[in-house]
């Protein structure tokens, strides 16, 4: 599980930010907190659901889009010899920061194993790279990479004791030395890191130019895990989306489904209909997208971060799927969600605590920041979250101008 993140020189994240899973002491909502095994430390409390709320251009869909990007990072997806990194979008509105390095660390539990993992990286190459575990409570080092002169081939790599490597690693200077284990020198403690972040499932929005192909890579999922067929049938249907049924079918140029769907007759039911995927509703479809998502990440145990989750969806389905990472039957393996929303529905003080809502702000510079709803001391748990927010006592929302400013010319009304 994922415990802790900190950017700092992404996007509008100018200065270094933190996002935490790590619960206060309060004791309320038990069903939002699980506990999890590290090894000789015990324990660790984590919540399962963070929340992050903000205005439109806040900067709260940076924290996804960076996750987006690791990942595909760490599967060596995007990386080209040579290249720049795709990840690298340093702020841009400030000429001390518009060519900095970009710096980020995670920190997660894996097979009973606390590890940090943290990496400095400039436009075409990595400056430093670390990978710490935590097994008996103290820090033991992994690897360490750092950079040589650029005319050098490779980087320099030093292993911690508790490594042992007599592999020569030709890393390119813009490829993470992270990624290597995941196939081509299996390690275990590095490897268990690396596959676990590796499975990170991300969600980048539910937007009509790219769920085309999301729906692709979705159906050959599922056309090769036919249980997961039948569990996502179950859940659309749950949703009342009308659709009984899933039909997969296997074509030349990829996979084709189809939503079965109940045939009438004079109000009787004569049988069932197929309607194409593409032919379905948005609504219909972002929902096909997110419950492949959540079955991924319910089975692995996966951190699960959604970007505008409520896009095209009912508020009472948005809590549905809270409801289910929320749900221990259901989310058996610990999975997180993580999420940005505009639904202020969700700000429910009988199911929410406070340390799982966060908000973004962006000042007049540019900036983002992001901060918890724990920040404020006189915030209770039994406080009417939605409604103080609305009436923005946390910040975060839009600051908007009298609507008489709105349409004028020189001064005068147009």
């Not at 324990?43 to 903000?54: A, C, D, N, P, Q």
């Not at 841009?92 to 993992?117: G, L």
């Not at 510079?365 to 927010?389: A, C, H, N, P």
């Amino acid at each position: 599980m994922i415990l802790n993140l900190e950017f700092k020189n992404f996007r509008s994240f100018k200065g270094c930010c933190s996002f935490t899973t790590e619960p206060t002491s309060s004791r309320a909502k038990p069903d939002n907190i699980c506990k999890v095994a590290t090894g000789a430390e015990g324990e660790k409390r984590v919540l399962k659901i963070s929340l992050i709320f903000g205005a439109n251009a806040s900067g709260k869909t940076n924290i996804i889009k960076f996750m987006y990007g690791f990942r595909r990072w760490v599967l060596n997806i995007d990386n080209r010899v040579g290249e720049d990194i795709p990840l690298y979008m340093p702020f841009k509105f400030d000429s001390d920061t518009a060519d900095a390095p970009i710096e980020f660390s995670i920190e997660f539990i894996t097979a009973n194993v606390r590890y940090k993992y943290t990496i400095k990286f400039e436009r075409s190459k990595i400056l430093a790279e670390t990978l710490q575990s935590y097994p008996v409570g103290r820090p033991v080092l992994l690897y360490e990479r750092m950079l040589l002169d650029d005319d050098k081939e490779s980087d320099s790599i030093r292993f911690g004791s508790s490594l042992t490597s007599n592999k020569s690693f030709n890393v390119f200077k813009n490829q993470l030395l992270l990624s290597k284990f995941l196939k081509d020198t299996p390690c275990e403690p590095v490897t268990n890191a690396a596959k676990y972040l590796s499975g990170i499932v991300v969600s980048n929005g539910f937007h009509e130019d790219t769920m085309l192909g999301e729906d692709k890579e979705m159906l050959r999922w599922l056309y090769s895990h036919p249980d997961n067929r039948r569990m996502l049938s179950e859940f659309l249907s749950f949703a009342d989306t009308g659709v009984t049924d899933l039909r997969l079918e296997k074509r030349s140029d990829g996979v084709e489904a189809s939503g079965l769907h109940g045939l009438y007759k004079d109000g009787k039911d004569i049988g069932e209909s197929d309607l194409p995927l593409k032919e379905e509703s948005f609504g219909t479809r972002a929902l096909f997208i997110i419950g492949c998502n959540i079955l991924q990440s319910l089975q692995n145990g996966s951190p699960f971060f959604v970007d505008e989750m409520d896009s095209g969806l009912h508020s009472h389905i948005t809590q549905l799927i809270v409801d289910i990472f929320r749900n221990k039957r259901i989310n058996r393996n610990n999975a997180q969600l993580v999420f940005t929303t505009h639904d202020v529905n969700l700000l429910d003080q009988n199911t929410i605590r406070k340390d799982q809502i966060w908000f973004t702000e962006k000042n007049k510079y540019g900036v983002s920041e992001i901060f918890s709803l724990s920040d404020f001391s006189d915030v209770r748990e039994d406080t009417l979250f939605g409604k103080w927010y609305l009436n923005n006592k946390f910040g975060g929302v839009p600051s908007l101008h009298p609507l008489e400013k709105l349409f004028v010319d020189n001064g005068k009304e147009e």
